[in-house]
């Protein structure tokens, strides 16, 4: 048997097995090109996972916020209602995302909505007041010079200021803001920032600071004035940026002797609830969007970025007045409520209003109300955690379920 000639089995022959002439320039311009994209497929990947950390830091992070600083303290292990109190009567109860706390004139505690306590810290302020968001206490001694901040289980920061403090608030973007009283000035206001550096000071001469509110962007926020002008009260409403040691964005003057008593601020619209007024602000341009007045006694409110709740005494009709108001300060709806209502309350599932021994569930219009019998005891206070009520009474803390207490009407 003839063996077949390897060239002609493999269809190589001479001319097909002279090496072949190699551009190495080619070559390595081409492996170059290779390595670049390589490269720059690393850099796209790292600014990715950068803007993703930096978009999602709080999410992050905020489990590690405070973990060496982590309060262990605790009076109680039980876990429900109702929730017995102790020490004097001083008690005040506010909201933080899905936890409560409860602040005495000895301890702030923490609770989850279940009623598990989540720490018992003994604060030592001669008179202690609290301040939250959504993620944070503030707890300062109000005519003192000592504030801290906590998360739901741990101590974030503590600090203190030369004067004595008059007010205080914290926002969700984590900008606290600290006023203290001046030898030389009317008042100081203070901004620090989540991890409580020292961001912004604003010095008042001939003006009181009655509110100070973050905008939400962690950049702006909004100050509320008092000052006196030929014998009347002027309202002034301020808008300044925590990064420019410029004057003020916009000054928006209301001429009506009104009080301010608690503001709210987003970057679309300011709303104010004063003595004798409700008043609302555009955000971007500073220009007076609307003013309600009204005549009588404020009792109760609550402000979001969609609504606001006014509850007040007029005294000429002797009635307990409701009225409910959007974002623009105009009136959309009233009712009248007992004297015995000692809390309001708004969110996407009604408005709330706590009269004593019952809590009264209305719609957006005042239209529809379900009355629902809580316990025999009298409560003054509340907050609302997704469907559960928690209360605070002189002697205890309860809590009762709406969908429950809905569901067998």
Known sequence: MKVPDLAQATGKTEKSQKPKNVDLGKVRKKNKHSKHLVQLIIILVVITLIAVVWINADTIFEPLRGIASKIETKTTLSVGYPIELTGSGNNSIMRFGSNFSLLNDTYLYTYDRSGAQLYALKHGYSHPQQATSEKRIMLFDKAGTNFSVYSKSSLIYQNSVEDKIVYSSIGNDGLAAIVTESKRYSNVLYIYDDGGNWKYTKKFADENVMSVCSVGDGNHIVVATLSASHGDIITNFYKFSIFSTENHIWKCTVRSGSLPCGMFADNDNVIAVCDNSVISIDSRSGELNNSYAYSGQLRHFYINGDIALLQYNDISANRN?????????????????????????????????????????????????????????????????GSDVIMLGYETVNSVSIADAESKE
Request: proline letters at 0%; one cysteine or more; charged letters at 20%.
């Open 321 to 385: 007045v409701l009225t409910v108001f959007n974002n623009k300060a105009e009136a959309t709806a009233q009712t009248i409520v007992s004297a015995a209502a000692s809390c309001v309350y708004s969110d996407a599932d009604g408005i709330y209003v706590l009269d004593g021994a019952r809590l009264k569930v209305f719609d957006t219009g005042l239209i529809n109300e379900n009355v629902i019998h809580v316990t025999d005891d009298d409560y003054t206070d509340f907050v609302k955690i």
